[in-house]
């Protein structure tokens, strides 16, 4: 049980499993998983499908996260990845050619990784203090998204492009397939190969890296730009899934669901550490939330106050120094120790 | 009060050359919409050969303010903005009327005490709600049973979001068979749109009609409705306001049932206007745009000739 | 120094030579020798302080000024000093709001919460002034105080990291709103709506309200606080090291929910004159605001990771951060998107401007 | 005056303290003994209200006291330097001694006043430095002063000082110490922890040993032999450290005789270290001497690349260039063990393991990962060499006591295998016996052929084991002489202080 509970991961999963349970309290059907039109529907189905772009964020916001820095530019990149993607295939005369929604997205990832780029470079070759350097981006990119899109919304019919986000590969969302591989892909490269270790090392003492001989700046470069990868591919996702891609409104606000998720997840934001595993049950508790909003009707002019309520509940019973209190205070009389190591 | 220096010679030609000077604060780009709108006074500018003065406060009433208070510096012949808020604006409108500086609100309305400003042109959101609840009071009017609506808001806070609301359920309310059963905030997007119908559809079991505050929710909620193995249109009657390109598709190909124009279409009638406050000329204080709603058929009739 | 300390050296070493061997004998004079060609180095320390610590501040002075000749260049309008006076009267609540941002970042914290607050201070403003008038002013501040320190609380008790903990304090916030009223509230109260809009002349021309005066206030009591109290070294310490400052037996608890407190009441403050500004509540007010205090307060010179900079800095940045703005109206043809892009732009010049002329010599060059 | 009995504290896996008791009479100076590990930092910070013990009490002037933070310590008059420097680098030398307690008038702080008296307080310790400088333009050496100056100052009834000599210079602690007896005889209780038995001699009036976490007793400083109390800390009876002799003529003159490891020329930064020349070769153990802030650390910094120089070339095994990065240096088969454990060597975050490959992991680069059974293999090995404990790679090497850490970061450099290795301060805050094992290790690194640059505070210890020793002075090296038999530390102070003319 100690070891358990001792897990970094216990805490994420056991209010992500809360949290769906609470649902199936006001609507029963929740739980249920059914096959319409040939594909799996159902509202744990939602969470995955809806949740596929945020998880990848956050993914990437991990990996810089874990360097100590912060990516606020994941928003506009995924509104000009989507943007530059739509309005080439929207310029095309066949709109359904694979080959034209190939180089789309070739061109839209190609371009989402310079914006990483110039994240990376600005904070480890100009030394920007990263809030900072991604805010330049967050600020003009959304500019950029608009200025693709001319400020209107561009409406795509194409149904290569569609699998992306919004369609099914066997029964199965493709957009949840592509969130599995890319977070498979992260794991191993991250923990099969001494990566996680020198980002962890250069996020948790930056001159002792050095001193060691770790290229941090390489790092730094590559953790932006990853993060813009897989901000570029929600972007994709997210216009795909509506069909249309929204320079205005597209990932707006989405870094802060993404640096929460990472977060919850179990990761600091001082560096160091981090969890992949914890970021996706982050972004899967974020996601359910917002589902059960919806579904349980909370009023739309207290759901930011419901919203502040959960956070923090889940915040506070993530803290080890939280528990630590509250565990004492049930419990003035001095416990066995073994019990007395379990808040800790 | 430019403290004497440099009176804006650079700036633009203003009454020197014989152009007239508008300065035009937009609220911001947030969607599409706003984008024909801005077009549309910048197009219709350059064809009235008015020499146009943009800015855009990004959703900001500070820099909105800030932008009437530049233009009344600057000064400029005319003023007109489309204001974030309907409150809080007597200050700035004060002065411009010290500085004789006439004033036209377009596309939303103020709260501000009516002798401050010269004219209002532009939509009534409270009526939008209203034809959409007419059209439903009539759709329904044999229903026996209850009827069950859910409705996608508008941002929490905004004033079509608001108004909209009131009017339409104001209006259904004369009828007790018609139920708002959800009603959940969409952020006038498609993205936010489907993934909340997606949602609402799971708790609820029986929907009759859909009203959605603005098209693109709307379309969002018509992929979602697909996606459970429902027809948009048919099992579920939808509702919307704006009238955009995308809508009007939908509604001619009967994905939607309804929906109430909201023009951003006022360039050439602002300019007009313009011309006159510049002149000195008086002016209606309240000019409603040319606006109407859609049934399917007369979408389709109309779809061709749609600019926005 | 008055006394060289070479000859403090000397007379203190005598004195305490009670057990001098001769090796410490050897030693003292060989340290004495080192301290008269110390006196050369100590002047050489005193300088690269004064470059190093100061430089970001000086730089971005320089910055703004560059900007204003170049503004003043090419639209003549722009060079008034009204334009000057229209910054602070324009970004007197960002000013604020700024400052109580100075002093969680010093502290190596963050605080989400300030746009939220400062939508939330005008809300209750909009709604309090016409039932209890002169009192909203207390009131406010009271609920913005608590705020930041129910989330300093939260922050140093339980844990917390400050960016999500202000990311809940930014949903409370927002979302009490809106539990106020859904709706738009309009303030016609004198308190807001007239007392200070009373433009006060000043010579050539030109006036200011009495905002500006609350906000350098404000500015001046930051100032003081933060140089001249133990509770402002003691912000610096904590973001200087927060372990030693505990360990150091300073009140690290009390200090850093203090920030928090700090920074909340600002807030409260920033919404008031942000109410005077707008003349209304409405819960959509003042998003993302909390970004641009950041930026304010990047860009005046003060670090993210906590224990150095200067609110004269932070005010530097308000300055500059609005006189992008006012630029950008000015120039008043360029479309909305581009004028994001522009911002940025200039955002980024001026950034990698700061940080290129103050890092020219950093150790990691 | 204090008493401590009973004092228990566990740490997720280890128990620190078992039933300790302690007690502290006024007037005294008193040792707290132990290996590293032993407990020593624990009962100190238990005391502090750092942590807070799991049973025990404490007991001031006979009436018993809870101390919840180090506040609260202080108040009660107990003023503490802990074992790493915990200072606020951001500010200026005055503030650290005074802040929280600086001078007001009128609400607000007096900041002449408080750098005046700044100035007065650093001058009883003979320290030439500005007040209003920024601590962190000193070196590690000079904030423990620092960190001292503010104790010495605040305190009351009760000064603790854990390993306050660990980077001073004997000059220093003979001024530490004359402090410390003035006020031991005003009646100042005052606790002291050091490696070295020396200095403990010297000092102290009683003792306190301590043995992995618990008491082994309490002796009379005068009626204890050295042989005795490392006994008493070791459990085992004390080789003794002689066996290491300076080398003989003909093995440094065969040595000398090789290509060099490491050639520097001119090799200089400004306000660092003037230019200076030095070859390293293989098998040689080149030590270097001098004064706090003589110029030893930014020398080696230098000669890694960890800064980067202004002048000189340095050739590391073939051609010569400036070493730009510590990644060039590292590739050429240099190491640097940096004197500031904790803020440029070790990552606290990080697993002792984890900490131990990194280097070698950095080296090979990201795509070349050590496997899981190899890396184990080589963490269990330097583990078990270094006697690291606790002996578990799994656990975070901030919980480590100080010298345990140390050992890490050799451990970490060793795996890689050098050429050239260049230790500042290996020995800071290492127990004894561990501390002759590493002067063996180093000895046998360099029979072995490995080139060491070795950097210690104790002239006694660069004698016991350098070839040659390189003597600084002022940001220079002033004279190279050869590790000849009649080279004492008296001699080497000679030199420090007038030069090799004499
Ligand atoms: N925060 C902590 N968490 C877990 N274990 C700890 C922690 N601090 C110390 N320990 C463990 O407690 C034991 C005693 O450590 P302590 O620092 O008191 O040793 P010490 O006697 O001061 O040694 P040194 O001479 O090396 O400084 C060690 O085994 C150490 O690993
Ligand atoms: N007593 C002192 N007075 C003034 N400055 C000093 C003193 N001691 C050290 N410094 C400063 O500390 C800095 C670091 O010097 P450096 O680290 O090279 O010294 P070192 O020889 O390695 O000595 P140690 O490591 O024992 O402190 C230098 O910038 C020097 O100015
Ligand atoms: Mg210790
Ligand atoms: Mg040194």
Known sequence: MTAITKHRLFWPAAILAVMLLANLIFTPTFFRIELKNGHLYGSLIDILLYGAPLILIALGMTMVIATGGIDLSVGATVAISGALACSIIADQPDQEAVGGVLTAVALALGLSLVLGLWNGLLVARVGIQPIIATLILMVAGRGVAQLITDGQIITINSAPYELIGGDYLFGFPFAVLIAVVVFTGTAVLTRRTALGLLLEAVGGNAEASRLVGIRARRLLVLAYVFSAFCAGIAGLMISSNIRAADGNNAGLWIELDAILAVVIGGTSLMGGRFSLAGTVLGALIIQTLSTTIYTTGVPPQVTLVFKAVVVTAVCLIQSPAFRAKAFRRRRPSAPAPAEAEVPA | ACGGGGEDTASGGEAGSGKIVLGFSQVGSESGWRAANTKSVKDSAATAGIDLKFSDAQQKQENQIASIRSYIQQKVDVIAFSPVVVTGWDAVLKEAQAAKIPVILTDRAVDSDASLYATFIGSDFVKEGEEVGKWALEEFKSATGPVNIVQLEGTVGSAPAIDRKKGFEATIASNPNLKVIASQSGDFTRAKGKEVMQALLQANPKIDLLFAHNDDMGLGAIEAIKAAGLKPGTDIKIATIDAVKDGMTALAANEINFIAECSPLLGEQLMELTKKAAAGEPLEKRIVTKETTFTPQQAAEVLSTRQY | ?365 | MLRMTGITKDFPGVRALNGVDFRLLPGEVHALMGENGAGKSTLIKVLTGVHSADSGEVRLDGAPLTIGSPKQAQAAGISTVYQEVNLCPNLTVAENVFIGREPYRLGRIRWKETRRRAAELLARFQLDIDPAAPLASYSLAVQQLVAIVRAVDISAKVLVLDEPTSSLDRDEVERLFTVMRRLRDDGVAVLFVSHFLDQVFDISDRMTVLRNGRLVGEFETRALSRVELVGHMTGRVLRTLEELHAPREDVREAIASREPVLAARGLGRKGGIAPFDLDVHPGEVVGFAGLLGSGRTEAARLMFGADGADSGTVRVGGSASALRTPGAAIGRGVAFCPEDRKTEGLIEELTVGENIVLALQAARGWLRPLSPARRAELVGKYITALSISPADPDIPARNLSGGNQQKVLLARWLITQPRLLILDEPTRGVDVGAKAEIQKLVVSLAGDGMGVVFISAELEEVLRISHKIEVLRDRAVIAEIANEADVTPERLLEIIANGVAS
């Open chain 3, 1 to 365: 120094m008055k006394r060289s300390p070479r000859e403090t050296g000397h007379i203190q070493g005598r004195d305490e030579a009670m057990v001098a061997s001769e090796q410490e004998v050897l030693a003292m004079d060989a340290r004495e020798e080192r301290s008269v060609r110390g006196r050369g180095r100590l002047t050489a320390i005193l300088e690269a302080r004064l470059r190093r610590e100061y430089l970001p501040v000086l730089v971005t002075l320089a910055l703004f000024v560059v900007l204003f000749g170049t503004g003043s260049a090419i639209y003549p309008a722009f060079g008034s000093g009204q334009v000057i006076i229209d910054l602070f009267i324009d970004n007197g609540f960002l000013l604020v709001a700024a400052i109580g941002m100075t002093f969680v970042l010093l502290t190596g914290g963050i605080d989400l919460s300030v746009g939220a607050v400062i939508a939330l201070s005008a809300m209750l403003s909009a709604s309090l002034v016409e039932h209890v008038g002169l009192a909203t002013i207390p009131i406010v501040l009271a609920v913005g105080a608590t705020l930041g320190f129910l989330m300093g609380y939260v922050i140093h008790h339980f844990e917390i990291q400050p960016f999500i903990a202000t990311l809940a304090g930014m949903f409370l916030a927002r979302g009490l709103c809106f539990v106020i009223s859904i709706d738009q509230i309009s303030i016609k109260h004198p308190l807001f709506a007239e007392w200070p809009h009373i433009p006060i002349q000043l010579p050539g021309d030109m006036f200011v309200k009495p905002t500006v005066f609350v906000a350098l206030a404000v500015l001046g009591l930051a100032f003081w606080t933060l140089h001249y109290t133990r509770f402002g070294r003691g912000i610096y310490a904590i973001g200087g090291n927060e372990q030693s400052a505990l360990l150091m037996g300073l009140p690290v608890a009390r200090t850093k929910i203090g920030a928090y407190v700090v920074s909340g009441t600002c807030s409260a403050l920033a919404g008031m004159l942000f109410a005077t500004y707008t003349l209304s509540g409405t819960g959509v007010h003042a998003v993302g605001m909390e970004l641009d205090a950041i930026a304010a307060v990047v860009i005046g010179g003060t670090l993210l990771t906590g224990g150095s900079g200067y609110v004269l800095g932070t005010l530097l940045g308000v300055l500059l951060l609005g006189s992008i703005q006012t630029l950008i109206r000015f120039e008043g043809t360029l479309s909305s998107w581009w004028i994001k892009i522009v911002t940025g732009a200039l955002l980024f010049v001026f950034i990698v401007l700061q940080r290129a002329i103050s890092s020219k010599r950093s150790p990691d060059g």
